[in-house]
């Protein structure tokens, strides 16, 4: 079948990896998507392991549509019967980029009309729409007049792994941290120190990534499971599978940051998770950040200013001052929006990658400190 995958802008070749490693077929780079080709246990095991997929979608009907008439008719002439059940309860989940179609929410009513009308006529019942926490998610993606109407094999985006505290004014986006890992090609191999972790999102990502968790490991509702095909002993062998290949290595991952709530819930987050003996983090300003090595990476997401608050300038001068006094031997990787307070840093970029935190556009930037020795 055709699996279409959503991630962030920027992260489609790193996700391209990620898909070939669990074997699909025929992958082919999309934008802010992959699309390829695999059976159920490919869909199974990938919403459980692609640490920079956002949502998984299987692709179940194309037509053209230039008017809401025209889509509700052509909606209608499908047979839904074969994806929801009456008892089941419905969504749309909507991306328009349509001449024909200015709102997305008026395409996306049209298709729920279509489907309610047609249980009507058929069964004299109707299935209800729950846009919280719907059985069945459908996703229409109109490019002007050519729709697509999927599945969500999710049933929600994929960045939920489950672990976040809540209260922290910026987290990362999680698909964000783990993409950001695999651009610097971190391993677990190497040292790694996120100076500014606030509740821990890289660092996080990291053990997942070192200890080969699957990112929805402790995740158990996902859209697949409420399908008339879903078969629970193959979902099972597969997360049972998984399970068994989970490894328990010492990591060499610390995080810091000025914040004492931040660290608190970060702390808090890697107890849930049993983790709190796999890294270390610190209530430290980065200024008074002394690594234990002499070798490894920094990643790392600063304020940007424009979120958070002013003064970013001086902070960043601070923070190339300190990269290169205490951090020699590592690469640094940040991630900003700020163009004009990297400058500030002082380094020179060795890669410079533009990526979309969201709606804004980020640069992942990376510098080589000056080479040390190993310490260890
Ligand atoms: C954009 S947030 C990082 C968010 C983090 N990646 C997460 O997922 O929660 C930037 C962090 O930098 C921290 N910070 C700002 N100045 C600092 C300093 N001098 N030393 C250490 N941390 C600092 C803030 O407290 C904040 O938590």
Known sequence: MKIVIKTLQGLEEILMKEVELLGAQNIKKRKRAVECEGKLPFLY?????????LRILVPVYEFTAHNGTELYNQVKIFDWSQFLDIS???????????EYFTHSKYAALKMKDA????????????????????????????????????????????????????GHQAPLNEVMAAGL??????????????PMCGTGTIIIEAVLMGLNIPPQ?????FGFKNWNNFQPLMWNRIKAEAQSKIRST???ITGGDIDGDAVAQAKKTLKKLRMGRDVQIKHIAFENFIPKFQRG????????????GDEVDNLYKKMGDTFKKNFSGFNAWILSSNVPALKKL???????????????????CRYNLKEGKYLK
């Open 45 to 53: 095991e990938a919403n459980l392991k692609l640490r920079t997929a």
């Open 88 to 98: 089941q309860t419905y969504a749309i989940d909507n991306t328009i980029f349509s």
């Open 115 to 166: 489907i309610a009308d047609q249980f009507r006529e058929k069964f004299d019942l109707r299935p209800s729409v729950n846009t919280d926490k719907p059985d069945i998610l459908f996703n229409l993606h109109a490019y002007q007049d050519k729709f697509t109407i999927s599945l969500d094999s999710s049933g929600r985006l994929l960045n939920q792994r489950g672990y976040r505290e809540h």
């Open 181 to 194: 890992l695999k651009l610097a090609n971190w391993n677990k191999s190497i040292p790694l120190i996120d």
């Open 217 to 221: 490991i402790n995740q158990n509702e």
């Open 250 to 252: 010492p990591l060499m």
């Open 297 to 308: 990476m920094i990643i790392t997401n600063p304020p940007y200013g424009k979120r958070i």
């Open 346 to 364: 002082h380094l020179k970029p060795s890669e410079n990658i533009a990526l979309f935190n969201g709606a804004l556009q980020v640069q992942f």
